[in-house]
């Protein structure tokens, strides 16, 4: 069977390749908009602790022997210790002033954890290799899909519905957005706030990091890796807006497929495809599609 | 008196001493630091006195420079054509992503530059001219106007010297024209500049031009100097740099970011042979400047210089509490030329 001149095999491969990316776009932009709607910090170190969480399942592998799975707890946990730690220390200090210090402070810890790094494990990637439970592939029928392709897909859009639900459904999510919409009258009620805004800095780190884990049997783990894709998911957040979880969600496994249907259709512009939509979306609807009337 | 009337005359003449003295300083190194504080200055007239962070200012320095070799060395022009043609690309450029990015304020701002920026990027890595990541090279410096050979180091540089502190006057003169403060009046209120009248949207988009077409004027003297125009010419590593140039500086005066280009690029000169120490260095000194010295160095001289009780009191906030902007963080010291 053929579709626009291409085998069918080929046509949902690249699908499914652009859907695998854009469930990475989708859990970094969606910790990147929680913290954003609570903090008001645009955190651009989101890339860098995705690739810790990508080294953190290498190293656990290389010097403990840790395998795939233990490091899917582990990692994120450890990442999102450190975020918090970050947070604590140094991004509190920021808290009221122009949310663009807080952009240029993450952006500097990007440096700094790049740096770091590159001077420990060089420039060259490292290969991790994907867990015996996952390799192979299953047959669909239409089309051949790796099994670890299959359980990215899975597990990811499981931890986008679990902080969805968790948001928008627990007590918990629900201080969480009276914190947003209100933090001195939150804070009157009881709750405390600055706890609150450590807790949600460290899950939305820890939601990169475990993105990492997933990614490491797929990219090679490389200290460059975060930052590109932080460029994208910036491009995705503006699209999508910051507005809404779901809006977010949506938004990058969108571009993931556009993207991953320009490879087969005009593979020099599969770079820069992410870019022109939001060119196009700006020109269109400058708030973005699922933004909210009156955003900035 | 203002040390400026003393320091400046002093740092010119400073900088024409150096081509007879290449044992203390290295010429090509200076022409290196000359046109990265023209960048710098050139993107403080964004973030400094128009409140408008960009994050991609790279695209149109490196674009200049792309450009500059393709003229120079392509089609054959003479060097000063070449430069032309360099900052036409980057002011066409920056009409463009201008155009696009004032359509969202503050950080998506800073968001979508950086966004076109890398698209512009990926451009650059594909054309078929640019040598993709052997970098463009071979650029000759030609004959200026066709009559004086560029060749040599010292000719070259008294060029540079010339056409930065040109651009630097340039610059001055746009902080402090009718122009300049209906900019920072629109930095200040924006509802009010544009209840007064001001076409807010159009006063934006030129200053993006004319900071996009300096930023170029640099770019393009790059590419002249080191008669190579490469990937990290647009890579964001380098609109990071600028931000921290201009930040290091002190975005509030017009020469300020000159001073943390300075700084910046001496760092990473001496710290080129430790690989990823100077990023490492870099970011450190980013986080540090983020959290403790928003002001810059320019500031903080100046709120050295002038009393406390002679300083202008703190005006009121004038943005609603928890949101406020780039320019009332810092009580903002006079603008100093």
């Known amino acids: 069977m053929e579709i626009f001149g291409l085998p069918l095999p080929v046509l949902a491969g690249q699908i499914v390749l652009g859907l695998v990316n854009g469930c990475f776009y989708a859990v970094l932009s969606l910790g990147l908009a929680v913290i954003f709607g609570l903090l008001r910090i645009v955190n651009f170190a989101h890339g860098a602790f995705f690739m810790m969480g990508a080294f953190g399942a290498w190293m656990l592998q290389h010097y403990v022997g840790a395998g795939y799975w233990a490091a899917l707890l582990v990692v994120p946990l450890l990442v999102g210790l ?3 730690a970050f947070e604590r220390t140094l991004l509190r200090r920021l808290y009221g002033l122009d949310p663009i210090y807080g952009l240029l402070l993450t952006f500097g810890l990007v440096l700094v954890i790049e740096g770091g790094f590159r001077v420990a494990y060089g420039t060259t990637g490292y290969a991790y290799s994907t867990p015996e439970t996952l390799r192979g592939v299953i047959d669909l029928g239409f089309m051949v899909m790796p099994r670890y392709r299959l359980w990215v897909i899975v597990a990811a859009l499981t931890a986008c519905i679990l902080t969805w639900w968790v948001i928008e459904r627990t007590r918990l999510g629900a201080m969480l957005r009276a914190a947003t919409e209100k933090p001195v009258l939150t804070q009157g009620f009881g709750i405390n706030v600055p706890r609150l805004l450590t807790l949600t800095y460290g899950a939305g780190i820890a939601l990169a990091a475990f993105a990492g884990v997933l990614a490491a049997p797929i990219l090679h783990v490389n200290s460059g890796m975060g930052s590109n894709l932080v460029i994208i998911v910036f491009a995705i957040v503006v699209i999508g807006g910051m507005g809404s979880v779901l809006g977010s969600i949506v938004t990058a496994l969108g571009i993931g497929v556009i993207e991953g249907l320009t490879k087969v259709f005009y593979s020099e512009a599969s770079s820069t495809v992410i870019f022109v939509v939001m060119t196009l979306v700006l020109l269109l609807r400058p708030r973005g599609l699922f933004g909210r009337e009156g955003g900035a | 008196m203002k040390p400026a ?3 400046i005359p002093v740092a010119v003449l400073a900088l ?6 290449p044992q203390l300083v290295y010429p090509v190194f200076v022409m290196k630091l000359l046109c990265m504080a023209l960048f710098a200055c050139a993107y403080n007239l964004l973030l400094g006195f128009g409140g408008m962070m960009s994050f991609g200012h ?8 792309y450009l500059t070799g393709l003229a120079t060395r392509d089609w054959g022009l003479t060097p000063e054509l070449g430069l032309v043609v360099g900052t036409a690309t980057a002011a066409l450029l920056g009409a463009v992503v201008g155009a696009l990015a004032i359509r969202r304020q503050g950080i998506y701002l800073a968001m979508i530059t950086l966004a076109l920026a890398q698209m512009i990027y990926f451009i650059f890595l594909q054309l078929p001219f640019t040598g993709a990541e052997d970098g463009m090279q071979q650029i000759p410096r030609g004959r200026l106007l066709g009559l004086i050979e560029l060749g040599n180091d010292r000719v070259l540089y008294h060029l540079v010297l010339g056409v930065t502190l040109a651009g630097l006057w340039l610059i001055h003169r746009i902080v402090h024209s009718p122009f300049g403060h209906v900019v920072v009046a629109i930095r200040e209120h924006e509802p009010r500049a544009r209840s007064l009248g001001y076409p807010v949207a159009r006063y934006k988009l030129m200053l993006f031009v004319l900071s996009a077409a300096l930023s170029g004027l640099a ?4 590419a002249l100097v080191f008669q190579l125009a490469a990937l990290t010419d647009v890579h964001w590593h380098l609109s990071g740099d600028v931000v921290l140039m201009a930040l290091l500086g002190g975005m509030h005066s017009v020469l300020g970011p000159a001073l943390g280009a300075t700084i910046v690029v001496g760092l990473q000169y001496y710290l080129d042979a430790f690989g990823g120490w100077v990023t490492l ?6 986080m540090v400047c983020v959290l403790v010295f928003r002001r810059g ?3 903080v001289v100046t709120a050295l210089r002038v009393p406390p009780s002679t300083q202008p009191p703190p005006r009121a906030p004038r943005t609603p509490p928890g949101r406020r902007t780039l320019s009332s963080s810092p009580p903002e010291p006079p603008v100093e030329a």
């Not at chain 2, 024409?16 to 003295?21: C, E, Q, T």
């Open chain 2, 58 to 65: 790279a695209a149109f320095f490196g674009s200049a420079a």
């Open chain 2, 297 to 299: 160095i320019a500031g």
């Open chain 2, 5 to 7: 009337r003393i320091l």
């Open chain 2, 219 to 222: 770019g393009s003297m790059k």
């Open chain 2, 16 to 21: 024409l001493a150096v081509p007879w003295f």
């Open chain 2, 281 to 286: 260095v870099t970011g450190a000194i980013f």
């Open chain 1, 82 to 84: 450190v975020g918090a």
